[in-house]
């Protein structure tokens, strides 16, 4: 069973991320091999070797690419991260500002994600909502193989192991700030 974590940047990613592995999954988030993500982006092959090493991606690749993995990795669990729009906003705000425009695949894919390498309040309230109604559509016959996570409003241990059927651990859910500007 792989697992994909799609939500946007900056919705509980890096924390969901962090208790996959606490609880004995190998999600890589966004850090991977550049060639790898341009041959999905550029070839439309999505059966990634990525896969071979880890239990599941979270990162933008995932938000973007997900109906194309749940065909290839039938039987994988989704975890759909969101958070209050507003808050969203913001830091969406801090986040695109804080980057030039760079020719790099993971710009290629923000923008296939945003629509957009700068900050646009009113584009990035269009998207979240588009977002949140394509991962609805797409699952709305499937509710058990999505899990729809808000760290930021305490969902936490409970939601995330009984979705994965996993004992709870006994410390404190993961809350964890972007600490990398990607």
């Known amino acids: ?3 994909f974590v799609i939500g946007l940047s900056h919705t509980g990613i890096k924390s969901i991320t962090k208790a996959l592995d606490i609880i004995g ?6 850090a991977w091999d ?3 993500k341009y ?3 550029r ?3 999505y059966e990634t070797s990525i896969l071979e090493e880890y239990d599941g991606i979270s990162d933008t690749v995932a938000a973007i690419y997900y109906p194309h993995f749940d065909e290839i990795y039938p039987g994988s669990k989704f975890i759909y991260t ?3 729009k507003e808050g969203w906003c913001q830091a969406m705000s801090q986040y695109m500002r804080s980057r030039g425009r760079r020719n790099s695949e993971k710009y290629r894919l923000r923008t296939a994600l945003y629509g957009t390498t700068v900050y646009s309040k009113l584009r990035m309230e269009y998207v979240f909502d588009r977002h949140r109604q394509e991962v609805d559509m797409y699952f709305k016959d499937r509710r058990g193989d999505v899990l729809y996570m808000n760290v930021f409003e305490g969902d936490g241990w409970k939601h995330l192991c009984s979705f994965l059927g996993k004992t ?3 410390h ?3 809350h964890l700030e972007s600490a990398r500007r990607d």
């Open 1 to 3: 069973m792989s697992i």
């Open 25 to 30: 999954y190998n999600v890589l988030q966004y």
């Open 34 to 36: 550049e060639e790898e």
């Open 39 to 41: 041959k999905i982006c």
């Open 43 to 45: 070839d439309g092959n």
């Open 82 to 84: 969101y958070r209050d």
């Open 168 to 170: 709870e651990p006994e």
């Open 172 to 174: 404190k859910f993961p």
